[in-house]
């Protein structure tokens, strides 16, 4: 949901990948920058060990798999019975050349060199998928409307930058992909929606006031409601698992020179996913609360099947941009703990409705290239 839904970046000393829904977001060590949406690619320094596609120090995390071989693949997503899942990806090798949307059996693993279903148009670029009530569609949002090539990515420069497409909008698309519905027709970007677990109600972010805020819409499009309001990027959000509250990620920028550039840059379309913290809410906005303080960027927050604490992405323990690893955290922000101990990017984490199990994308396991893959893995409490 991540732009590539917020794909998401940090800088390092040079410049970090990420991908987000967001937007998508990758790191490398590298001088290189980080792409739209979420994914982050690094070189892998072998000073740990994996063993069985896992660090010794992931006491959370039992019998982990491998789902995807090469490209770029990130916000993996289950669908309510916990049979499948919906992803982004990039990968040359099938086909396209920017993020489109795919599902993937969890009953029939694929093997290196086969390719997911497609439910995107395979045109423009895509983000944020989730499957909708019923598990039958899902919703994703999609620039095909806009133009049916890759939009341009904006240029390199000092810092790094995510671009906000206008010609984002969410649709609805049936499991063969065909588009059923179109729920956002607003101006400018409508991106990074997801369904509340009772399949009553969408969160998503949206320019429509002049600044990227959250709203939620019903689940066929009807009664849009704003539900924040401060200034900075307001993204990637998730429901918890009552449906009641809403986590999200938010650049809020403090300082007055921290807002001109926030301003100066969204007026040209771009934003600077570099620190980011957590805020929890009620769907309505109320009760809105900081749960982070770390610093660098903390993001692609999901709520824990408890509802009470949220697992997420980070790289505030790193003065280098990378790593990103996973952490734990409560809702009153207390109690944080590490739960992966990568050397390059994990991220995009969601557990299974179940609460057994644990998607992520990851640079584990990529033989030193910058590809990003999606594991799976038991959870242990």
Known sequence: MLIRSL?????????????????????SSKTEKPSNHHHAHAEKKPNKELVGLKY??????????????????????????????????????????????????LDKPLEEGMKAPLVSTGNGRTTCSFFMPG????????????????????????????????????????????IIQQLTDAPGYDAEATVSPDGKMIVFTSIRSGDLELYTMDIDGKNIKQVTSGLGYDGGAFFSPDSKKLIFRSSRPKTAEEQKEYKDLLAKG?????????????????ELTKITDLGNANWAP??????????FSSNHASKRGFPFNLFMINVDGSGLEQITFDDTFDSFPMFSYDGKQLVFASNRNNGGTRETNLFIADWVE
């Open 7 to 27: 794909n998401l970046v940090i800088v390092l000393s040079s410049f970090l990948f990420l991908a987000s829904c967001n937007p998508k977001e990758s790191a």
């Open 56 to 105: 010794a120090e992931e006491k959370h995390l039992k019998n982990v798999r491998q789902l995807t071989f090469g490209g770029d693949n990130a916000e993996a997503y289950f669908s309510t019975d916990d049979k499948q899942l919906v992803f982004q990806s990039n990968n040359e090798a099938w086909g396209v050349s920017c993020d489109q949307i795919y599902v993937y059996d």
């Open 135 to 178: 598990n039958k569609s899902l919703l994703y949002a999609s620039t095909h409307k806009g133009d049916k090539a890759c939009p341009h990515e904006p240029p390199r420069g000092e810092k790094y930058v995510w671009p906000i497409y206008d010609d984002f909008d969410i649709f609805v698309s049936d499991l063969e992909g065909n």
């Open 270 to 286: 771009l934003v600077q996913p570099t620190k980011m913290e957590l805020y929890v809410c009620n769907v309505d906005g109320t």
């Open 302 to 311: 999901y709520f824990h099947p408890s509802g009470e604490k949220v697992i």
